[in-house]
């Protein structure tokens, strides 16, 4: 509107508070996330492997539908921390499906468009850029790995009685740990790649270049020189190691040889032995270093070409 006018006025209206401001990002974002019928219908399947528990943690408590099924308490799979560490393992399976579909675009669609003068001139910093970016994948993942893994565990406290709880009440700790930071990890190499890589489907391949082909690798040291430290360049290892670790499951018997002579006689059995934990917690520690590092350099609101 032209000035000479002064028809113009001070908005006077509530502001939004300064803390909460970079929420209106993850607010549309999510909003497109859902438009999509394909990522609705992925997002509902992520849940049947949690019905499959919730159905295992509610039969070894009903004796009237074991009975008519024949079964034995005996036969049904102990609820216990490996219990639980497998099903947060398959959790994560498909947390990482969900971070390849909606992660890569986040950041690289408002590079390719030079949108980032546009979010940065507004009252956030950059910082809050990456986190309200972040927080689509925070919010998604956590819906569908430790919030419900947290609920079925209170939902066996219950059945089982205040005892059971207070004895295995470090397993609800383990399932928020290991969850929280496997999505953190998955959420910094999304946003990292997707700001690296301007291309969605570029990105996306990029994202399952780096889990799989270094622990495709790392298989291949280990079967040639028959050990296990070929796992320290695999990603996938390191957060199985890491997660087990937090569950009390962690065994570092790799594999077990044994060696006989020529007539069959057993000589001695040799034991490849994993990496100790620590290694696969300093690995995982320098990728979200780095991932850091690189979004801080990419993220900015003008690019100097030459």
């Known amino acids: 509107m032209a ?6 006025k001070r ?30 219908a992925f997002f509902a399947i992520c849940f049947i492997p949690l019905l499959i528990e919730l159905v295992l943690i509610y039969l070894r408590h009903n004796v009237g539908v074991l009975t008519a099924f024949n079964v034995n308490v005996r036969e049904l799979i102990p609820v216990d921390a490996s219990f639980f560490n497998t099903f947060v393992d398959v959790q994560n399976v498909f947390a990482f499906l969900l971070a390849l579909l909606i992660g890569p675009p986040l950041v690289s669609r408002d590079l390719r468009n030079n949108a980032l003068p546009l979010y940065l001139c507004r009252p956030f910093s950059r910082t809050e850029y990456v986190i309200g970016k972040m927080s689509v994948l925070l919010i998604l993942l956590s819906l569908v790995t430790w919030i419900p893994q947290l609920l079925l565990f209170l939902f066996q406290s219950y059945l089982e009685g205040f005892t059971w709880f207070r004895t295995n009440v470090w397993i609800a700790s383990s399932i928020v ?18 700001a690296l890589v301007k291309w969605r ?3 996306s391949g990029a994202l399952v270049a780096l889990f799989l082909i270094p622990s495709a690798f790392g298989l291949f040291i280990n079967e040639v020189f028959r050990t296990a430290w070929g796992n320290l360049i695999s990603l996938i290892a390191a957060v199985r190691n890491v997660t087990a670790g937090l569950f009390g499951t962690f065994d570092r018997v790799y594999e077990t040889r044994t060696m006989r002579d020529i007539e069959g006689m057993v000589v001695r059995e040799v034991f490849i032995l994993e990496p100790p934990l620590w290694v696969s ?24 070409v030459k």
């Open 11 to 40: 908005y006077a209206g509530t502001l939004t508070p300064e803390w909460s401001r970079f929420l209106i990002i993850p607010r549309h974002a999510l909003r497109g996330v859902f438009s999509s019928k394909l990522f609705v």
């Open 281 to 304: 917690w300093t690995l995982l520690f320098l990728i979200c270093a780095v991932c850091l590092a690189l979004l801080s350099w990419r993220v900015k609101a003008y690019e100097v």
């Open 177 to 194: 740990i290991a969850s929280l930071f496997w999505i953190l990890m998955l959420a910094l190499l999304t946003q990292t790649i997707s």
């Open 3 to 8: 000035v000479y006018e002064q028809t113009y």
């Open 201 to 203: 489907v570029v990105a």
